[in-house]
């Protein structure tokens, strides 16, 4: 099992171009999350699917990001346009369960610059 | 709505010496309960879990942590402390039941510092 899969790793970019972070969940698991982590405020849930419907996406900070599941294999977080307070890092998780009991398994994360 | 305190956001010990981490948590219906540990740049990794079942769970790289109802608290011990040790852990809570939405909710975290 490769776990999930995340890419870029790294992204660095200007001030109002578009962003868009990949996630490849574990093959099987039916919920997905997106986190972002700052120093500032911690891991916060963006939005997170189950079935690749989106189920709660109260943590996405504005309309200027948007995520889609189009299968239950691959899963887009797009920021359009980005700015500097954009900067963090974006993990992925995923989990077999809908109800949280196994709790998740998370990428390695994208590291987002916006300069 | 769940919630979880870590008390403490850095503790520092000494290699060979009990580690205790912290974490109180607030919910209206009963918990599933996660430790996660985070080495730098790197993802999150489940450390252990309580899902109602013994209340001392044990978990990877020699961790544990007991589910205590009456203090609402999940504290996370080691007996002796090894340098790999050195992270960031995190607590999170999430409900069972039909308050479940399958949302965690994590703590601030807290980072240990293991000293030679």
């Known amino acids: 099992d490769a776990g999930v899969i995340q890419s870029p790793r790294h992204e660095v970019t200007e001030m109002g171009q578009e962003v868009t972070l990949r996630c490849k969940p574990i093959s099987g698991h039916n919920s997905l999350f997106w986190y972002r982590q700052t120093m500032m405020r911690g891991l916060e849930l963006l939005i997170y699917f189950n079935n690749n419907v989106p189920i709660d996406d109260s943590g996405m900070p504005e309309d200027r990001f948007s995520a889609k599941m189009p299968n239950a294999s691959f899963s887009t977080l797009k920021i359009q346009p980005s700015e500097p307070r954009d900067s963090a890092v974006y993990f992925c998780?995923?989990?077999?369960?809908?109800?949280?009991?196994?709790?998740?398994?998370f990428g390695s994360g994208t590291r987002l610059t916006v300069v | 709505a769940q919630s979880v305190t870590q008390l403490g956001s850095h503790v520092s010990v000494s290699e060979g010496a009990l580690v205790l981490l912290r974490c109180n948590y607030s919910s209206s219906v009963p918990p599933y309960l996660f430790w996660y540990v985070q080495y730098p740049n790197q993802g999150l990794q489940l450390l252990l879990k309580y899902t109602s079942a013994a209340t001392l769970v044990k978990g990877i790289n020699g961790f544990e942590a007991e589910f205590k109802k009456s203090e609402t608290s999940f504290h996370l011990t080691k007996p002796s402390a090894h340098m790999s040790d050195a992270a960031e852990y995190f607590c999170a809570v999430t409900a069972h039941g039909s308050g479940n939405t399958g949302k965690l909710i994590f703590g601030q975290g807290t980072t240990l510092q293991v000293k030679p």
């Open positions: 998780a995923s989990s077999p369960s809908k109800n949280g009991d196994y709790g998740y398994t």
